[in-house]
């Protein structure tokens, strides 16, 4: 059985925890605690250290999937994750703009630490009022159409949504076996 790891990643509410819970097959190991700061107010609880779950694809691969906290405090652990990351995906909230921002600075700190095959998950898409993909691209500091990486919607609330999702990211860099 080949591991792959893959890192989820993204702001807080982007929808990491719901995708990782959404598509395990084992009981999910979350850290969630009371928040009782800053992040109060956008929902009661959050990840203080990381989601993990396991997904098993073809015959012989396993993807292991790792939820990265959404502060900025936590930037630690994201180093020790992402060194021994195969792939990554960076969850973006299309109906939350006022996260992009946070959103490119982790784009930007991620890229500069490794060059591993990533893309980039549109979440919240069903909301009526949420962007469009061009403009969040453009928030993201995305503006050549060429180069910049796969940006496609993910409903990290909807198995079969995570599933197509995470086989555009892993078919990507292997062929599922
Ligand atoms: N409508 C809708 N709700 C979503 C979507 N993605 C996540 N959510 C909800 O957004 C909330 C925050 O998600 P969570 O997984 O806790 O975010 P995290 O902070 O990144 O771990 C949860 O209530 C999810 O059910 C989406 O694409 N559409
Ligand atoms: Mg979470």
Redesign the pocket.
Known sequence: MEILRIIIT??????????I?TISEIEVVDT?KRATDEVADI?SS??VAL?FGRLTIGKNQSLHLY?TP?QPRFDFMWDILIQKANAYIL?V?A?RPEQLRQSRKMLYFLNQRVTIPYLIGL?????PDAWEVEDIALGLGLDNQETHPLIIN????QPESVREGLITLVEQFTPIT
Do not use: E, V
């Not at 979440?123 to 909301?127: C, F, I, L, S």
């Open positions: 993204g702001t807080i509410g982007a929808g990491k925890t719901s995708l819970r969630d929902k959050t990840t989601d939820g959404g969850l909230n109906h979440t919240h898409t069903d909301y993910i409903n990290p609330t």
